[in-house]
């Protein structure tokens, strides 16, 4: 009778013990699901919110580890900086400050060049009306500007008249001036709250110089828009 009764205790506890790893199994399988739903949700907003928000003004920042043009050089560094200011919608006035630093075997090139001009972002209406972004600077545009109005130029290259153990270079600076409209085409994005993307195909004419050209631009980096 005893070990009957001990057998039964036995099964219950058990029996207790299966049910109770099985209720934990099911709390440990509920929290990984509730942790990865927040994950997602998290990350959902967070993409709506960088696509959706409303912004006036776009302070830029970027880099171009390459610039390709028609001559396709790519030893060629760009740091670049940008102010855009929203007129109305669809249209924004850009000011644009660029080092384009190039090397060679002989000479090393620096230039900073001030540039004026606008952006018209020609789907943005249609994409607010269709949820689909904010009142923002990103999406497609055609640009238009006046390309290195005012620039500092530096070139520094080796002397052929000095002493090939003094290892000195000849360095000269210039402040020209130049006009050269440029048109084109372009895409920005945000990439997250404070970094951006932006690529452009253009076409320029220098009018001084009676030089026409193209070029391709990629700029990365970090931006802060800023809102009335």
Request: with cysteine; aromatic share 14%.
């Amino acid at each position: 009778m005893k070990k009957g009764v001990f057998a039964i205790l036995v099964l219950m506890f058990a029996l207790a013990g299966t049910d109770s790893l099985a209720q934990g199994d099911t709390i440990i399988v509920e929290t990984e699901s509730h942790q990865d739903q927040d994950f997602y949700y998290r990350n959902k907003y967070r993409y709506l919110d960088v696509r959706l928000g409303d912004e006036d003004r776009l302070l830029k920042i970027g880099i171009q580890p390459f610039k390709p043009g028609n001559s396709f050089n790519f030893l060629v560094f760009t740091i670049h900086g940008g102010f855009e200011q929203k007129i109305n919608t669809s249209l924004t006035a850009v000011t644009e400050l660029n080092a384009v630093m190039t090397w060679s075997e002989d000479d090393v090139f620096h230039q900073q060049g001030l540039s004026l001009g606008g952006r018209y972002y020609f789907l943005k209406k249609r994409e607010i009306e269709q949820g689909r972004s904010g009142n923002n600077c990103q999406g497609v545009y055609t640009l238009a500007k006046m390309s290195n109005l005012l620039s500092l130029v530096t070139v520094r290259t080796d002397d052929p008249l000095a002493d090939p153990l003094d290892h000195q270079a000849a360095l000269y600076r210039t402040l020209k001036g130049s006009l050269t409209p440029e048109i084109g085409i372009g895409f920005q994005q945000r990439l997250d709250y404070h970094l951006y993307f932006d690529s452009a195909v253009a076409c320029n004419y220098d009018i001084l110089h009676n030089d026409f050209g193209f070029q391709i631009s990629f700029l990365f980096g970090v931006l802060f828009s800023y809102t009335r």
